[in-house]
Every structure is written in C-alpha cells, then in structure tokens.
C-alpha cells in the first residue's frame, strides 16, 4: 500500500463549480500537509499548507486536514479555466520535514 | 522570489551515454532533491542532498549518482543511461524554516533512445 493516495483523474468540471479534490494516507505521524499545483510542462508549486488537522483558507482555496480520518482535502470555490492543472497532496513527518512524500496527483480540467 | 532552474527542458540521449543533469537553486537553500515524474507513478525521490558534499539514496536510485560540490548546485549523474530512465526529471530545493515546503525547477524532460 503506498503511503499517500490519490485518485488520478481526470476530472472535468464546468466554470464556476465547486471542486473537491482529496488524498489519504496511512502514516498518523505525518503533521505537514501541503497542496501543489503543476501546470502542464512546468514544475509543481506549492499552493496551500496546514500544520496537523483543521481548514485553511486562501482566496477560492480551502484546505481540510482530517487526522481521524487520515484524509484531507482542497477544496476550490468558483473555478476557473486557468485552474486546469494536476493538483499533488504532500505531506511530511515532524523531523523530517525536508522530505516529503507525493501523491500521485490528480489531472483538473476545467470546461469554459 | 526563490528560483530553481535547470540546465535543459528537452534533453535526447542514446544507451550508454553519460548524461549530466544540472539544477542551480538562489535561495541559499541547505536542501536539494531530485525527482523523477511518471504517469500513474508519480514524483519519486532519486536523491537528496541536506549539505555541500553530503547526499542520502531516496527510493529508486539504482543507475543514478548525484554531485554535490556548491551549495546552490546539485548534479544528477546518469552513468549509463537506458530506456527505461525515459522519464521527467524535476530538482527542487527548501531551507530549514517552515515547514520544508519544496520549490521545483521548470524540469527536464529525458528521452533515451
């Protein structure tokens, strides 16, 4: 079993619609959770982080981290076509935070 | 804002060729990685390094070495490169404060025919 996954898509959306995209894992010891954004033919950026449970709220982005559960989510309001990227879930033990461990990602595509 | 570059976006090599992969990070990050990024598989870790001259194996480095003389400049070394190394290869670099959150480069994208 790996230790972080997530479903690869694709998923389509229309403009404007809500999008939730999700991870789980299996390591209760991770504490950093992070979500990057990788345009096509580009390198992933980092979009959002929390530190351990609870939501985090950037502009039309919320992050959701559910330690119970060993889910988190993101969660994207009003979507945009420039929002058509592969979104990857990360995250990272507490000494170790210069390692993380990738999800797969999952290919967002959104229809004008 | 912090910048990672590498040395080629499109890179042909043939079997057996050594090929050299040059990342250069200007935010003097201690951190440097090397990924490589396939579909369904995700980024794997090939190496990193956490100081000049220092480096630890990740999950697949078998055919791979890695160079780290500058601090700002970390080297991936195909010794002999085969088919099944065909593959985007991403560096990334992060500092010590925070929570580790790694910057990529724009990637290279390796075909060995």
């Known amino acids: 079993q790996k230790e972080v996954e997530q479903d690869p898509g694709p998923l389509s959306v229309p403009e404007g619609a809500i999008v939730s995209l999700n991870c789980t894992y299996s390591?209760?010891?991770?504490?950093?959770f992070m979500w990057y954004r990788q345009y096509s033919r580009k390198g992933p950026e980092l979009l959002m982080y929390?530190?351990?449970?609870g939501n985090k709220e950037d502009g039309r982005f919320t992050a959701q981290v559910d330690k119970s559960s060993k889910y988190i989510s993101l969660f994207i309001r009003d979507s945009q076509p420039s929002d058509s990227a592969t979104y990857l879930c990360?995250?990272?033990?507490?000494?170790?935070?210069?390692?993380?461990?990738f999800g797969s990602g999952t290919r967002l595509s959104i229809r004008p | 804002d912090v910048k990672v570059t590498q040395s080629s976006r499109y890179l042909v090599k043939r079997t057996g060729e050594k090929v050299f992969l040059e990342c250069v990070q200007d935010?003097?990050?201690?951190?440097m990685f090397w990924y490589r990024q396939d579909p369904g598989l995700g980024l794997r870790l090939i190496y990193f390094?956490?100081?000049?001259?220092?480096?630890e194996k990740g999950d697949i480095p078998e055919g791979y070495s890695v160079s780290r003389e500058k601090k700002e400049r970390f080297s991936l070394i195909l010794e002999s490169a085969s088919t099944n190394q065909t593959s985007m290869y991403l560096c990334?670099?992060?500092?010590?404060?925070?929570?580790?959150?790694?910057?990529f480069g724009p990637g290279t994208r390796l075909t060995v025919t």
């Open positions: 935010m003097d990050h201690e951190n």
């Open positions: 929390t530190y351990s449970s």
């Open positions: 990334a670099s992060s500092g010590l404060a925070g929570v580790g959150e790694q910057y």
């Open positions: 390591n209760s010891a991770f504490q950093y």
């Open positions: 390094s956490y100081d000049v001259k220092m480096k």
């Open positions: 990360a995250m990272s033990l507490p000494r170790s935070a210069s390692k993380i461990i």
